[in-house]
């Protein structure tokens, strides 16, 4: 007899389940949807390894690229089989226990802070959730790696064991999970119920999956001389004797005109099993765009990116020319948990499909790192299908394909902010609404509130957008400078005249007529910089200042020295560049003579803190402000330096 090893799960791993296992009130359905995503991907390894390797997919039922489901109402179990590339031993030891994933841990911390368990799926754990219907679980699979086929099995009390398999490699090459289903969860043997649920998570999933159906069928059947009267109504459970029984009835020829005055014929219901496709396996981006709705789109971001959200926005193209390939991009409505993270980390986010094969979800070049958070497939016809995961990097038809999804991925970005601006055109800006509103004896706080609220479909979207993402598209102005320009016009901030956050262009547009530069400032926030000595000049002239608030924001704005062909000048640095008139650099010589003794006085006395002491052109009424030399650190950055932000 096979030895049985127990293991225990590590001790995240065994932390996770508890939350699962005693989770009361989340969706449960969602193990079939983490089930089908496994199989799914299994046999996307699968097939890929085929392309390259003789032989891979073996013969018969095992080289069917397929899925099926069963429910066993007896037994009270429901299986999913797959003819992917199975696990082997090793595999199912660490991959279904002991090596903790890492995003255990955070899907445990945002558990913790109040996420849903049904979110699983997009932490990489999602095999977990069968302990969310189940109470004993049962893998049962067959690698080509390994000539065994091996058993796991867990009640989910902290430990598993694996068993050789004492029937053999029964499955050829794939993998089997049985849930025996817990006495409150016998909804999922219903068919039915599995019908629905398996077309809903399998819509888009690029490979047959079938349903187990047993239906009753009523057949009239024509009558056996031989059989008794009055057994019409019997249930026929036997199907084959039935279909003897008939031709039987289509030998004898002849028979049916003779006893033409008697009922010859009458109903037999009997048991059909069948496996019945449930989903059509076409791929979403090889239909027309204009034949998919908007729901079929947002159901396919679901299952591509796990997100319980629907997609902020998303483009569907198909490139044409020296180089072909469909696409979907998707924005999501809200940064994925581990975005911020770490910027440098690698990314599964777009999939690399070459004729429908899914080449790769790894290959992370395709798109630059400030794009990280688009999700989407790009699948073409102008690489070999035998490409492998190596010889992408080298692949010059993917960087022109990285490029053109770039450059859509920024047009997709640019529409959402057009969409955003041309509603806010029809519309009376803050200022000029709050001061009707003071007219009308309205509160203005209320009315620009009122507006608020009128959030439409495409309103709102852009600062959703920028709230997300913003710092990305800041990392990526300083890091891609062929597209700097038109990252710059995504770029917002708030200002001294509007806490609202606008766009360079917007603030060039409302530039007074003397005014030749576009001033900023950057530090903690909008109160504390308009109280700032820096800016008192700027703000007593009514020139508009940017506020920079965000760690980064600095960082970029080296980068951006101008926009439209105005400069972009730190009011915190020394020399500020103002207009001055004649009066104003009059007045300023009177200011130098006059403080002179002063200066030095100054000087003296703080010695080597201070570069220099100067008479100063940024202040109105405030005796002294602390300014940076025109080259070298702010003190804001040295701040954020020092705090080490992201
Ligand atoms: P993820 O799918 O995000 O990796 P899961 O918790 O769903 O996380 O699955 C964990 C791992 O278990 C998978 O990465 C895979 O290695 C293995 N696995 C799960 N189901 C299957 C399957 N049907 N066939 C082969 N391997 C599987
Ligand atoms: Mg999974």
């Given at each position: 007899?096979?030895?049985?090893?127990?293991?225990?799960?590590?001790?995240?791993?065994?932390?996770?389940?508890?939350?699962?296992?005693?989770?009361?009130?989340?969706?449960?359905?969602?193990?079939?949807?983490?089930?089908?995503?496994?199989?799914?991907?299994?046999?996307?390894?699968?097939?890929?390894?085929?392309?390259?390797?003789?032989?891979?997919?073996?013969?018969?039922?095992?080289?069917?690229?397929?899925?099926?489901?069963?429910?066993?109402?007896?037994?009270?179990?429901?299986?999913?089989?797959?003819?992917?590339?199975?696990?082997?031993?090793?595999?199912?030891?660490?991959?279904?226990?002991?090596?903790?994933?890492?995003?255990?841990?955070?899907?445990?911390?945002?558990?913790?802070?109040?996420?849903?368990?049904?979110?699983?799926?997009?932490?990489?754990?999602?095999?977990?959730?069968?302990?969310?219907?189940?109470?004993?679980?049962?893998?049962?699979?067959?690698?080509?790696?390994?000539?065994?086929?091996?058993?796991?099995?867990?009640?989910?009390?902290?430990?598993?064991?694996?068993?050789?398999?004492?029937?053999?490699?029964?499955?050829?090459?794939?993998?089997?999970?049985?849930?025996?289903?817990?006495?409150?969860?016998?909804?999922?043997?219903?068919?039915?119920?599995?019908?629905?649920?398996?077309?809903?998570?399998?819509?888009?999933?690029?490979?047959?999956?079938?349903?187990?159906?047993?239906?009753?069928?009523?057949?009239?059947?024509?009558?056996?001389?031989?059989?008794?009267?009055?057994?019409?109504?019997?249930?026929?459970?036997?199907?084959?004797?039935?279909?003897?029984?008939?031709?039987?009835?289509?030998d004898g020829d002849g028979d049916d005109e003779a006893d033409a005055e008697l009922p010859k014929t009458k109903k037999v219901k009997r048991t059909v099993n069948d496996w019945e496709l449930v989903n059509d396996a076409k791929a979403l981006w090889t239909r027309a765009p204009a034949d998919i709705s908007e729901d079929e789109y947002q159901a396919f971001y679901k299952t591509l990116s796990k997100d319980h959200n629907s997609a902020l926005t998303y483009t569907h193209f198909n490139a044409e020319g020296e180089v072909e390939f469909k696409s979907i991009l998707f924005i999501p409505e809200e940064a994925p948990h581990d975005l911020y993270q770490d910027y440098y980390k690698k990314v599964k986010n777009i999939k690399l499909y070459v004729r429908r094969v899914m080449i790769t979800d790894e290959f992370d070049e395709l798109l630059p790192r400030y794009l990280a958070f688009v999700r989407g497939v790009v699948d073409s016809d102008s690489l070999p299908l035998n490409v492998s995961r190596e010889m992408l990097q080298q692949n010059k038809v993917l960087k022109v394909?990285?490029?053109?999804?770039?450059?859509?991925?920024?047009?997709?970005?640019?529409?959402?902010?057009?969409?955003?601006?041309?509603?806010?055109?029809?519309?009376?800006?803050?200022?000029?609404?709050?001061?009707?509103?003071?007219?009308?004896?309205?509160?203005?706080?209320?009315?620009?509130?009122?507006?608020?609220?009128?959030?439409?479909?495409?309103?709102?979207?852009?600062?959703?957008?920028?709230?997300?993402?913003?710092?990305?598209?800041?990392?990526?102005?300083?890091?891609?400078?062929?597209?700097?320009?038109?990252?710059?016009?995504?770029?917002?901030?708030?200002?001294?005249?509007?806490?609202?956050?606008?766009?360079?262009?917007?603030?060039?547009?409302?530039?007074?007529?003397?005014?030749?530069?576009?001033?900023?400032?950057?530090?903690?926030?909008?109160?504390?910089?308009?109280?700032?000595?820096?800016?008192?000049?700027?703000?007593?002239?009514?020139?508009?200042?940017?506020?920079?608030?965000?760690?980064?924001?600095?960082?970029?704005?080296?980068?951006?020295?101008?926009?439209?062909?105005?400069?972009?000048?730190?009011?915190?640095?020394?020399?500020?560049?103002?207009?001055?008139?004649?009066?104003?650099?009059?007045?300023?010589?009177?200011?130098?003579?006059?403080?002179?003794?002063?200066?030095?006085?100054?000087?003296?006395?703080?010695?080597?803190?201070?570069?220099?002491?100067?008479?100063?052109?940024?202040?109105?009424?405030?005796?002294?402000?602390?300014?940076?030399?025109?080259?070298?650190?702010?003190?804001?950055?040295?701040?954020?330096?020092?705090?080490?932000?992201?």
């Amino acid at each position: 007899p096979a030895k049985k090893e127990d293991f225990a799960f590590q001790a995240d791993v065994n932390k996770l389940m508890d939350i699962i296992i005693n989770s009361l009130y989340s969706k449960k359905e969602v193990f079939l949807r983490e089930l089908i995503s496994n199989a799914s991907d299994a046999l996307d390894k699968i097939r890929f390894m085929s392309l390259t390797e003789e032989g891979v997919l073996g013969e018969g039922e095992t080289a069917k690229l397929e899925m099926k489901i069963v429910a066993d109402k007896e037994a009270k179990t429901l299986s999913i089989i797959d003819r992917g590339v199975g696990m082997t031993r090793e595999d199912l030891i660490q991959h279904l226990g002991t090596v903790a994933q890492s995003g255990t841990s955070s899907f445990i911390e945002a558990f913790s802070e109040g996420a849903d368990v049904n979110l699983i799926g997009q932490f990489g754990v999602g095999f977990y959730s069968v302990y969310l219907v189940a109470d004993m679980v049962t893998v049962t699979s067959k690698s080509n790696d390994d000539e065994k086929q091996w058993i796991w099995e867990s009640t989910a009390d902290s430990t598993f064991s694996v068993t050789e398999d004492p029937a053999g490699p029964t499955l050829g090459r794939g993998t089997q999970i049985t849930l025996h289903l817990k006495e409150d969860c016998l909804e999922f043997l219903e068919e039915e119920r599995l019908r629905g649920l398996v077309k809903h998570y399998s819509e888009f999933i690029n490979f047959p999956i079938f349903l187990y159906t047993t239906k009753e069928e009523e057949e009239e059947v024509p009558i056996d001389d031989s059989e008794a009267e009055g057994e019409a109504d019997e249930a026929g459970e036997e199907e084959e004797e039935t279909e003897e029984e008939k031709e039987e009835e289509d030998d004898g020829d002849g028979d049916d005109e003779a006893d033409a005055e008697l009922p010859k014929t009458k109903k037999v219901k009997r048991t059909v099993n069948d496996w019945e496709l449930v989903n059509d396996a076409k791929a979403l981006w090889t239909r027309a765009p204009a034949d998919i709705s908007e729901d079929e789109y947002q159901a396919f971001y679901k299952t591509l990116s796990k997100d319980h959200n629907s997609a902020l926005t998303y483009t569907h193209f198909n490139a044409e020319g020296e180089v072909e390939f469909k696409s979907i991009l998707f924005i999501p409505e809200e940064a994925p948990h581990d975005l911020y993270q770490d910027y440098y980390k690698k990314v599964k986010n777009i999939k690399l499909y070459v004729r429908r094969v899914m080449i790769t979800d790894e290959f992370d070049e395709l798109l630059p790192r400030y794009l990280a958070f688009v999700r989407g497939v790009v699948d073409s016809d102008s690489l070999p299908l035998n490409v492998s995961r190596e010889m992408l990097q080298q692949n010059k038809v993917l960087k022109v394909i990285g490029k053109k999804m770039t450059r859509k991925v920024l047009a997709m970005i640019k529409a959402l902010a057009d969409a955003e601006k041309s509603e806010g055109d029809e519309e009376e800006d803050d200022e000029a609404k709050a001061k009707k509103a003071v007219g009308e004896g309205k509160d203005g706080a209320d009315a620009a509130a009122d507006d608020d609220e009128e959030e439409g479909s495409e309103k709102g979207k852009y600062a959703k957008f920028w709230k997300a993402f913003g710092k990305y598209i800041k990392m990526g102005l300083m890091e891609d400078s062929s597209n700097r320009t038109r990252l710059a016009k995504l770029l917002r901030y708030a200002t001294s005249k509007s806490e609202k956050e606008i766009s360079l262009e917007d603030y060039v547009g409302r530039m007074r007529d003397d005014q030749k530069h576009i001033y900023y400032i950057s530090g903690e926030n909008r109160d504390a910089l308009l109280r700032s000595p820096a800016v008192e000049k700027l703000l007593a002239k009514d020139i508009e200042v940017i506020f920079m608030t965000d760690s980064l924001d600095e960082y970029t704005v080296q980068h951006l020295t101008e926009f439209e062909g105005k400069r972009l000048i730190n009011a915190a640095r020394e020399g500020l560049k103002l207009d001055e008139d004649a009066r104003e650099k009059k007045l300023h010589d009177v200011y130098k003579d006059k403080f002179a003794p002063l200066v030095s006085f100054v000087k003296a006395t703080l010695g080597g803190k201070v570069d220099k002491v100067v008479v100063s052109k940024h202040l109105v009424s405030s005796p002294v402000v602390v300014t940076t030399a025109d080259y070298g650190w702010t003190a804001q950055m040295e701040k954020v330096m020092k705090a080490q932000a992201f």
